[in-house]
């Protein structure tokens, strides 16, 4: 599976960016997915996840609950983080990821595909 991420860029705090991710196969569905983000000299660490299929769960990182929001469209192979209320620390490359097995979604060493990340820039 191939991940294709979009839609980062500059916006000042307080402002909005919508993320992309399509996969490039017709099994989109049954990976559950997530977001990741790498800042400069930082690990990369969780952001949310949304589960396979009809995506009826999801879960958040403590820092973007009730701003940021995940949602996938299998029709279009795709699923979205929707970022609201942005800040200067939530500046980093974002990444999509694609979960096959049962390992936490978590941790980025149980994702099995990755895209290539888009980078998002809060200024003050």
């Known amino acids: 599976v191939q991940l294709q991420a979009s839609g980062g860029g500059l916006v000042q705090a307080g402002g909005s960016l919508r993320l992309s991710c399509t996969a490039s196969?017709?099994?989109?569905?049954?990976?559950?997915m997530g977001w990741f983000r790498q800042a400069p000299g930082k690990e990369r660490e969780f952001v949310a996840w949304i589960s396979r299929w009809s995506g009826i769960l999801t879960d958040y990182e403590e820092y973007v609950k009730g701003r940021f929001t995940i949602s996938r469209d299998n029709a279009k192979n795709t699923v979205y983080l929707r970022m609201n209320s942005l800040k200067p620390e939530d500046t980093a490359v974002y990444y999509c990821?694609?979960?096959?097995?049962?390992?936490?979604?978590?941790?980025?060493?149980?994702?099995?595909?990755w895209g290539q990340g888009t980078e998002v820039t809060v200024s003050s």
């Open positions: 196969e017709g099994s989109f569905s049954r990976y559950g």
């Open positions: 990821a694609a979960l096959g097995g049962s390992g936490s979604y978590y941790y980025s060493t149980s994702y099995d595909y």
